[in-house]
């Protein structure tokens, strides 16, 4: 549409408009067909900014008020946008500005907001009862609060929790290894792996060391049973015989960074002697 831009700018300047009146700083972004339109940056009793910041997408047009509901709209959200909102570093809202009346409708975009269409999709509604206007910015503002630092409780759960993000990490880092070692194993022709000519060096042994002194031997046996898992497959997908843990624990097999002490290394065998098997589902 020729005048496209005119609906679009009159959306955004309705916005800065509730946001002038209401004592808030808005600064109108360059877009690039995904990005935001408007950052809010909300300001004290003084006027001064606080550092507080929302993101604000604007939809102009009665095409966006077509998908009338119980309560408001459904806006329809494609796959790119969704992920974008929903990824960024500041809370997000939309708002729907109506030219037809003036006003302006906002929702904020979290993934508690978002519902699933019968088709797979994504949809939001924007209620008829949020209008975007100067009493409405108290209620805006508490979105982009600071979180309070807290001592109690905050980090009760912390060890599980980093265990679960660490796991998923090396287990990425696992698989990336043995694929570079496979690979590298195949470039002067047939693969003949062997504990002796494959080992678990830099990096798979420092995220070993890390997991075991970090945490414990059970966290450390992950990341190696993911690794030796991770390169068996390639193994079987190159129809070559796999490597049984066992292997991978002789000799020059099972290789831990130089400033591990003996002693971490001969625990740590012992305890994936004794335990891996119930963990991998295989016998040694």
Known sequence: MANQWKTEDAGV???????????????????????????????????DATGRLLAIQVKTGSSYFANATDGGWWFYIDKRHENY??????PVILALH???????????V???????????GSKILVPSSRVLDKSAFERISALAQRRAVTTTGAFRDSTNRHRVVM???IRGAARDDARTAFKRSRVTGRLKMTPTM???GDPMGRYVLTAYREFDEFLAMVVVIEHLTALNELLHSANETQITLKELLTGFGFAMPGDAHPDETDNLKQYLVANASAYWGSPL
């Open 110 to 120: 979290e993934a508690e907001t978002i519902e699933r269409t019968k088709t797979g």
């Open 198 to 200: 494959y080992h678990m």
């Open 85 to 90: 909102w929903l990824g960024h570093s500041l």
């Open 167 to 169: 796991r998923e990490a």
């Open 98 to 108: 109506d030219e037809r009346d003036g006003n302006t409708y906002w929702v904020q």
């Open 13 to 47: 300047l309705a916005v800065r408009k509730a946001a002038l009146e209401a004592g808030v700083i808005s600064r109108e972004q360059p877009t690039h067909d995904v990005g935001v339109d408007i950052h809010f940056e909300f300001t004290d009793s003084r006027g």
